[in-house]
Each structure stands twice: as C-alpha cells, then as structure tokens.
C-alpha cells in the first residue's frame, strides 16, 4: 500500500484554505489512521506540515506516537478506561471527559505522578455515543472539575451525526445546542483553548461551526463524503493498494478452486492466484465473487479467497505474467479503483473497509 505525501499535503493545504488562518486543522489518524499507517502519518502532519494537535480514539494510540517522537499535542477523542489514566498522565495526553468518576480517578493520579492531566469536555449534541448535555448536566460538570487541582480543561467539543446528508437540519440543530454548551462553560469561568464541532464533511461548508479548530479524517486522504455539493474542495484520493500475480492456469470445465470447491468452472476461464486475501484486511465478501481488481488497466472480477491467496477471473486480459501488477485500489492505465467502488459494492462505510487494512500489509510512503 501506498501513500502519496505530496497528495496529502495538497489535501491539507486545500482544507487549511477553506478554514482560514486562525483555525487548527487537526488531523484525525484513528485506527491506524484509517489503515493506512498512525506512526508515519503523525510524524507527517506533526512534522512536516506542523500540525499541533493529532487526534486519535484511544490512549494505546498515542502512546504508540508518544514512543515514536511524536512531540505535539495528542487528544484521545473516546472515553477512556480507568486502567488506561497512568499512561495517559505519563504520557502528558489530553483526554475526553464526561463522567464525574473518571475526572476523580484522573486528578488523584495527576496527583500521584505530580503533573497536571489536560482534558476537552464532550458535548454530547445529539449522537448519544458519549458526552455532557448542555444544561444543568454541563454546569454541575463544569463546576466539579473546577473543585480538582491537578485537571486543567484546555476545550471542549461534539461530533456531528449527519453532516454529510444535504438536509443539514440536524446538524444545525446540533451546532445550536453547542453554542449553548459553550456558553454555559464559559459563563462557568473556563478558558477554552480548543472549541471544535466540525468533521471533515462539515469543514467543507460548514464556516460558521469552525470554532477554533476543525478535525479532518477521511477528507485528508481525498474522500469527501458529502452528498452535495461533492468535493467541492478538489481533495485528490492519495492512496494506492497492489499485490502481485503468484501463478496463472485455465480452469477446464469441472475443475474447481477454493475451499469447499467454492467456485466451479462451467466452461474453460483463465485464471490468476494473486498475493492477498482476507488476511490482509480486504474486505472478504468483496473477494468472494463479485468485487473487481485491476489487472493490465482491464477490471477483473474476484472468483475465490482464502486467508492468504485470492483467485482472479483473467479472461480477455492480455500478456499478464507472473509477478504482475494487481490494483486493488488506485489507477491502472485508464481505469480505477476507489473506496467508493467498495462501498457501492458491498454498502460498509469506507471508514470501515479502510480501517480493517491488516498491519502485514506494508505501508510506503511516497514524498
């Protein structure tokens, strides 16, 4: 798998735009940065393009960046559990609160290792996953976390549910219903140095809800899920996937190939065992009949797979060989595969057909 730097940093660029000076772009790399390599894409973004803050969904993440020299600011964007605070106070990561018990726990070991443990509050907006509703919820919250000594809250932000949809009625909702929260911490006597709502979708249009900072994910790597109008941004897809074609043969009628003799030949078909399976995170029913690779810039169909190997209808394509070129995502002469070639086929999001990429795959990045 590939991963085209100069792509990303023109996606960036594009997004720090349309934001505006004064607004953080903070890059989300959760789960592997959707897959397609955490610790590579960290140091990028932190280093390359000086990114303060990177977001991540688990403390287990950015301690992996912390080992790995990554220096900015990390925020976990999930709750946290309770044995996951020693590292996260160690570690100097901010957390997301919302639940009085956890700031307990986090003060009392802020305290035992004699630092001061950051967090952003969670508006909870109307996504119910997790968070503080705006109201009394919030203003008691707030005004416990004001009674701890060694808790300082550097923001607060929610999460759209929709924002994608062209009816953006909830998301205008949701946006209110923050105002509000923030407003009420405020009014709390907090400084907040990070106010954030918007997603990669809702950067795109979204202005008035930037705040103070703006977290892409999926639209960094050039996948803007907006309905309408559809990426009005001009984002570039920057990621490639190929494997390699490991023995050629023509099935005659009869012959089999697959475990339980999954694909039968009617009539005589070329056929090419190619270099990955569902092992490798690629999507299992898309390799069981039916999804396409790119073999010599023609689409041919997947017929079989195991853990390791997958079969590959060759019929009509010309002089393939062995150790040939497969796309399984990406261009090939005229063609290409997308991420939304795979949704369309098999209807999962393309946040989870990228981030189930196993870590065998070798991610190589491109500058």
Partial sequence: MAVDLNKLKSNFEKIRARVGSGVEVIPILKGNAYGLGGVGLAKFYAGTLGSKMIGVAHVREAAELREAGISCELLVLGGAPFNNIPAAVAYSIQTTAFEREYVDLLDREA?????????????????????????EELTNFVRYIKTKTHIKVRGAFTHFAASHIEDHSLTLGQFELFKQAIGEIKACGVELDYIHACNGCAAVWFSEAYGTAVRPGNLLFGYDNNEKPKNAL??????????????????QPGESIGYNRYFIAKEPIRVATISVGFGDGYYRPMLMGGGFALVNGKRCRFLATSMDQTWLEIDGVTNVALNNE????????????????????????????????????ERVFLS
């Fill in 111 to 135: 305290e035992k290792q004699g630092k001061i443990a950051e967090i952003q509050i969670k508006i909870n907006t109307g996504l119910n996953r997790i968070g503080v509703k705006p109201g």
């Fill in 234 to 251: 001009g984002v570039e897809p920057a990621v490639t996937w190929r494997c390699f074609v490991t023995q050629l043969r023509t099935l």
């Fill in 326 to 361: 497969v796309t399984l995502l990406g261009k090939d002469g005229d063609d290409e595969l997308t991420v939304y070639d795979w949704r369309k086929f098999c209807g999962e999001s393309i946040v989870f057909l990228s981030s189930i990429i196993s870590n065998r795959v």
